[in-house]
């Protein structure tokens, strides 16, 4: 892995109070706080917790994907030896609840109905795991199957059997209208794109289809909780613990303050662990046992029981363009599989139709997204939600298209990509050239070791991603001894965005990053932030101890006024030491006023702040607006990839992958890189292997590790990791853009790129498995048709002219 930059800012020291560019991160080594004890076996997850009196948990799942419960019977299972409690949805507040309240549509436990095969059904809490296993399997269940609604388009006809058949009582967010089997709507509107579509002298028409894929994180989901008095302390392996802590307080009826959530490590997690998962049920269990609870998932559980998938999409393209091959208008419906439970797709269908868009000067645009119910697995936010589907959608297409007017695809997207001042798909104004100069690094960088050989191919795609502004908080403070502390409510999932907030307390404090210990994860002690999730840790809480040091910079340098007998805007940090500037005879170190400070007024700072505005931008046109009609400080991408390919099989290899991306500043080098590389082999992995498979009875045939293939170290290929950098004029701490997600989203569309960029064939099922490479390159399948499509790749043309199999409908010049 090698990693490169087109910027490196030099140092300069911690100024006068106000200062806008402290020095920019070291360039020796750094260490995460959290490294030795992760190495060395010490660190200790929630699984590992161990309590006086614990006892264990097990949930009953349903088993089915939907069937309406005739009669549910704990009694046997409530007397069996060492059970302590068994809980059904009877035995807690009966109130609907949905993520950030889009769509109130489950209970803790199912009432009247099973919807998807890992649905709680009840919970168990014993004295060993066996008694809980054996009260599971004494609770007696009947069930009156009903039909499994498993394919998108199906679930909208008329008709169709409804998942939600009261969904119209729930309550929702104004700014949606679920009926029938649609959870929610949105647009992205921008001009009039049907008239624009008929005047265009060419249209391509397409479809993409993508299957439902998992977060798998080595540590599945764990949840301790123990109770004292009328307050629990929840042990949970979350990635958002003020989000968790709200939603227990919510389905339990209790208020907040008397929930504690605390998360000690975290063992991977990729947005699986976002959202309220188990600890309502655990802490319910705890409450009723008299005792601690903990829950452990087995493997199959997890790829079950979360509500948190990829989405499986259905995309149909529609792009007018010009001869000389400038896009002049698309259209685009996408069709987002959001599973048995809305969760947050209603918010996700928006962030797709951007995707869709993409950072591409598109004078007329109407894209719409609908969340469609089914009786699968709920989805929701696994990383870069949505994104690596959508891009891998559009950047085929944009190939498909380039080949039609006769351009490398590397000059059509150099000829429409957008530039500092472009209009976006909401007329925001984009600054910089960040798209345009990643497409132009990636492309130098692949192409520099020179041609492809026999069985190769290069494939590109560019993409953008939002940073997400966010309320956060944290408290800085200096300690007697000239050590500091940060106490943040953020929350570490392992990427080491939390980690890093020591570089940024120690720049503008002249001190090292070593000299800063963190609390944190804990909703007890840390200040409200929205968790690991939405690419937002540095972004927001980043902001939020930049903002705490500086107030205790204004603090150190007032006192080191007084000790110095030099005016405050005469003095810097540098160095552990306050001092006058030009005259290094001149100073104290932190370490004495921090003394002097305890004497009288503490060192304590805190940062929170208004996050920054949304850009500028005209979403009149847009219904279903939920916040995402414009990306804040979008990160712009280019991914390009060697791959080889074994036609006799269909086995795709990434040889090599470039990564360019304009993360606005870069802030932690070692920590961005780091998340660039792992993005790129998690997206290789999505790429070619991963995809669940659902039986005709709507249960997972693959929810093991056995059956469900992870790229392995062994198959990453060399990775280049580039970085551009364009400040963001309303980003984060100096000028920084959303790094955690982007990494993983236009990967897959480059490798399909260079698929058919060898084979003369496009695969347009995600993932691109050797039996579908294969399948395209001896039969011209390209797995689209496994969707019933009124609407793609075998479409009829506008005059009337059947699409060659397998190619994407063209319409001719002139009106339609």
Known sequence: MTETSGRAPQPTAAGAAGADAPAASPAR??????????????????????????????????????????????????????????????????RRYGSFDL?????????????????????????????AAAAVAAIEVEYEDLPPILDVEAALEPGSTLVHPAVASYGHDPNLAPAGNAAGRSTIVKGDATAALARSPIVVRERYVADMAHPVPIEPHSVTADWSGERVTIYSSTQVPFFARGKTAEVLEIAEHRVRVVVTHLGGGFGGKCDFHFEGHVAALARAARRPVRLVLSRREEFIAPDKVTHAMVVDLETGLAEDGTILARKARILLDCGAYASDTPVLGQVASMMIAGPYRIPDIDIEALSV???????????????????????????VIAARVGLDPVEFRRRNLVHDGDEGPTRQRHEGDGAI?????????????????PGEAIG???????????????????????????VTGAQ???????????????EELGMQPEDFALTYQDTDTGPYDGGSSGSQTTFNNGRAVVEAAREVKRQLLDLASVALEAAVADLELRDGHAGVVGSPDRRISIADLAATAHEGALLLGRGSGMPPEAPQHDASACVGRLGFESFASPTFFCHAVRIRLDPATGIVRALKVVAATDVGRVLNRTGATGQMTGGVVMALGNATLEGTVYGADGRQRNASLLDYKLLTTADAPDIEVVFVEHPASNGGPRGSKGVG??????????????????????????????????????TGDDGAAEINAPFGPRAVAARGKPAPAGEPTVAGSGPR
């Open 741 to 778: 997600e982007p990494p993983i989203v236009p990967t897959a569309a480059a490798v399909g790129n260079a698929i058919a960029s060898l084979t003369g064939v496009r695969v347009r099922r995600l993932p691109m498995t050797p039996e579908r490479v294969w399948r395209a390159i001896t």
């Open 492 to 506: 570490e999932n392992g990427t080491g965005a939390v980690m890093a907030l020591p570089i940024l307390a120690a």
């Open 460 to 486: 590109v795609a560019c993409g953008w991603w939002f940073s997400a502004p966010g309320p956060s908080g944290a408290f800085v403070r200096l300690e007697s001894d000239g050590s500091g502390r940060i």
């Open 373 to 399: 119910y089914t009786n699968r697995t709920p989805s929701g936010s696994v990383r870069a939600p949505t994104g690596p589907q959508a891009c891998w959608a559009v950047e085929q297409h944009h190939d």
């Open 29 to 94: 080594p750094w260490i995460r706080p959290d490294g030795e004890a992760k190495a060395t076996g010490q660190a200790r997850y929630t699984g590992d917790l161990s309590f006086p009196g614990l006892a264990h948990a097990r949930l009953l799942l349903a088993g089915r994907a939907h069937a309406r419960i005739v009669r549910l019977d704990a009694a046997r299972a409530r007397a069996l030896p060492g059970v302590l409690a068994v809980l059904t949805q009877d035995d807690v507040p009966d």
């Open 103 to 131: 769509v109130l549509d489950r209970t803790l436990f199912a009432r009247d109905v099973v919807r998807f095969e890992g649905e709680v059904v009840a919970a168990v809490a014993a004295l060993t795991p066996e008694q």
């Open 437 to 453: 100069d990643t497409l132009e690094q990636a492309v130098a960088r692949i192409r520099a070791d020179g041609p492809p050989g």
